[in-house]
């Protein structure tokens, strides 16, 4: 009602061929709060699906763009039409994204790979110069970019990421942790891209953006104004809906792109055709009715739901809109079970029961019933992806003000009951879960089951209360900011919920200050754990457990010396804090102080004997420094503790096959066989360990078996496609079995998917140059060192190759190919082999 001239141009806009310069690609609807974007937008999705769109709704449920794109895939697979890709690609980040956090380790200084050589790649210059060099995981980058040398940003980029790659399976996982956007993103739309063939149309609708934009906006307009993630398909319809005007910054140069939809409230003629058309007509209600509301849709409305059809409450001067509504229904128990289900940010009938407590349902009505009516009132809405119903803003906060002043004691009693009831989801959830992560992260944050139900048990003990509850809080909030900014985006929105609902100013304050700090997401949890650390409510525990997050941060944000200084004031603090140990020593590790970061592992094992992780550790740090036995000691030590952890295995797997370099044929190739035993018993353990399969080719391929180590990528590549890391080892394997044009090929498929791949131009200009094409191969390994200047493998055959005259043959006795570390570079990465 009242918007049918916005209804009319979206749906005539399925009419106009995308082609045409009347079509519109993207809609903006903006007003007030209860002025009726949600409902119109809802409309708006419902027009889409009648013109046969795949549609997909979000909103401030939500609170990263990886969430969003997860929203995207399970409501377009509810229409049959799944994005398994991308389903493999936010399950992979997610698993990869918490084995980075929970026990990170840096490059090999002496191992010679790609990832050692010389200055920062240009792959890295791009991504810190754009700006997205991943989340919170560049210092300076963002709203300073132009106060920050790239190239220091760039170099400090290729750090981390020679640091993760151990730990993780290949450099595109590294990549996913880093800069998951340019990861993930361009999956996601190669899946829209797959799915929009079969579709006419496909709609997108972003609600709430007023909460969602500062994480929403950048990722979004490059995704519709630019193909810097690939090409959308020209079927494809954004709508916004927010109450402020999209940020000039980012859309100011597009604004002929977006159509604006402002809304205002109904017109008097407007409201009164609504109240006719609820059957609300008697004049002084009706008028009562637009005085009251304020024409605002939500309300108008609500007040006609029931039909009021008398004015006997008109000149109750204590009133408010709500209370008029609830006096107008004319149930009791429900006037009682609508003003309590209230109380909690989200609804559904377990939470519904202890919203009511002992109070009778009335009228024979059991929860579902009573959750089932609620659901059809006018200002609850269900939240995206229908797990749950909330209460429209405008509503809900006159009936908080009204319970929360009307009697405190109800008020406290109503909102411990709810979180109980929350903690009881949350121990359900918790049930099959890892407690805590590896060191210290506690994974259950990353876990939305277990999250979302901490999030509201924490709010309603703050409303309950707030100086009691907020100790614990804090603790939580140290313990989000171990993960990425997601978990911690949901923690400051609860506290800043919590304060406003409460009617606590200095909580709200706080909370919308943590939620300011995380603007700048690349700092975010280094700022919010500045406010922490501010606060009067921490213990030395809790501050020792700050000190080493932040110390944590710090460290992945290449800021050495402040990390160092975090991790000491933690160990002053708490001398017997393991994870600060452990964080300590990964950072010295990074800084090629192998004496002080084996003393740290030493203590922590003091602290904690018997631990698997440890000895792990150790035999890393012993690999970096090049002291294989000792490492391999000390991984045979860690696999006895935990002969099922994969990781340990391939990490010695990959020791074994960086002892067997250098040694002689015979006893190089038992080397190589113990390494396949490794990797093999890996695999079994873990079918979808990507980096083991990719490694296990690059050793099968180097015995000859060329058939088992193309059947190795194979499956690589259907676990992670769209990666160049598998036709760049696929163009390796190819070059030592002599089919030198099928592996120019394959390097030509792995530059197309990361033209800034070294190692493979490397690689390509030895299969060239095989092939008699000399002149070539010079161009690729002049790219290669245009590139990365400082890479020596690459400088040495171009050396030799210029130093040749006519040379035809193939390079057969370089068996590491392209990259001079062969692979060798850590657990989970070979930076020189494509792996």
Known sequence: MGRREELALFRGNFDTPPDDDRHRFVFHVRGN?????????????????????????????????????????????????????????????????????????????????????????????????????????????????????????????????????????????????????????????????????????????????????PFLDEWLRDLVITERYGALPDHVVITLAGQRGLDPGHWGDYADVVTDLPLAPFTESEARRLLADKGVVDEPVVRDVLRLSGRLPVLVSTLATNRPDGSGDLDDPSATAVERFLKWERDPARRAVALACALPRRLNEDILRAAVGERSPGAGEDSAGLFGWLRTLPFVSGRSGGRAAQYHDVVRDPMLRLQRTASPRKWTDAHTRLAEAFARERAAAEEGLEPYGDIGADQRWAEESWREPRLEESYHQLCARPRAALPEVLRDGIAACRLSPVPVRHWARMLADAGRDSGSEQLGAWGAECLAALADERRYAIDVLGLLLARPELTEADRTAAYTARGWNHFRADAHEEALADY?????LGPAHVPAYHGRAVLLRALDDFTRALADLDRAEELVPGTAWVPRERGETYRRAGRYEEAVAELDRAHARDPRDPVILGSRGQVKFQQGLGQETREGESWEREALQDLDRAIELRSDYTWALRRRAHIRGRLGDTAGALADLGRAERLEPETAQVPGQRGEVYRWAGRYEEAVAEFTRALALDPSYTWALGSRAMALKALGRTAEALADLNRALELRPGYAWARARRDELLAETGAAGGDASDGTGGGSGSGTSGTGVGAGSGT
């Open 33 to 213: 709060a209860g002025v009726g974007k949600t409902s119109l937008v809802r409309e708006l999705e419902e027009v889409a699906r009648e013109r046969g769109a795949l549609t997909a709704y979000t909103d401030e449920a939500v609170a990263g763009v990886p969430e969003v794109m997860a929203a995207v895939s399970e409501q377009f697979g509810r229409q049959g039409r799944p994005l398994k890709a991308l389903d493999r690609a936010l399950a992979t980040y997610r698993q990869r994204q918490f084995e980075a956090e929970s026990a990170a380790v840096t490059a090999d200084p002496a191992g010679g790979g790609a990832g050692s050589q010389g200055g920062p790649s240009a792959g890295s210059r791009a991504v810190a110069t754009a700006g997205l060099a991943g989340l919170g995981l560049v210092p300076g980058v963002g709203a300073f970019a132009g106060m920050v040398d790239p190239g220091q940003v760039a170099e400090g980029a290729d750090r981390l990421r020679a640091a993760l790659s151990a730990r993780l399976r290949s450099q595109e996982d590294v990549r996913l942790v880093l800069s998951p956007l340019q990861v993930l993103t361009p999956v996601l739309v190669s899946e829209i891209r797959r799915v929009g063939a079969e579709v006419p149309w496909i709609a997108l609708f972003f609600d709430t953006y007023e909460r969602t934009a």
């Open 568 to 572: 000491g004031r933690a160990l002053a």
